[in-house]
């Protein structure tokens, strides 16, 4: 009788041990997917943030008028200030164009690769071997997942 008791516990004890790798997996698939998830939502505020500074750009590129800077003859309209009488014309500089961040596609790769990574380090006995496998099919997945992001959103505008 104790002989069996051993045995069914035994049993329960290793079957109960055996979930936690699947259970590893997908928490590490739903950590990979919440952090996908966060950067698609910070890209998004960058767009939106993006959208209102060009939108107020052209708004004050077509609200040019001419003003009276004041004082002997001189006027400016726009970017270009006009002085009469000397033929002196001076050019205010450009506005420099913000970069508009990383693409989905380059976005995707990273966080793919790091997923990968840590994944692959878990999951592999040799841990070297197994965060550079992993960390390279994390990117290539990544990658495309965020290209296939950008081409939703650019069919979408």
Not at 37 to 48: E, G
Not at 64 to 85: C, D, I, P
């Amino acid at each position: 009788m104790k002989n069996l008791v051993f045995i069914a516990s035994t049993a329960i004890v290793l079957t109960s041990c055996g979930n936690n790798n699947a259970e590893l997996a997908k928490l590490q698939q739903q950590k990979s997917l919440d952090s996908m998830n966060m950067a698609l939502q910070q890209q998004q505020a960058k767009m939106a943030q993006q959208k209102t500074i060009d939108s107020m750009s052209a708004l004050s590129k077509t609200n040019k008028s001419t003003e009276r800077v004041g004082g002997h003859g001189s006027y400016s309209s726009g970017n270009t200030q006009y002085v009469q009488g000397n033929a002196a014309r001076a050019e205010a500089p450009a506005p420099t164009k913000k970069k508009k961040g990383w693409s989905g596609a380059a976005k995707g790769a990273v966080i793919g690769a790091g997923v990968g990574a840590l994944s692959g380090a878990l999951i592999d006995n040799k841990k070297g071997r197994g965060a550079i496998i992993g960390g390279v099919a994390g990117a290539g997945i990544g990658a495309g997942t965020g290209a296939i992001i950008d081409d939703t959103k650019k069919k979408k505008k």
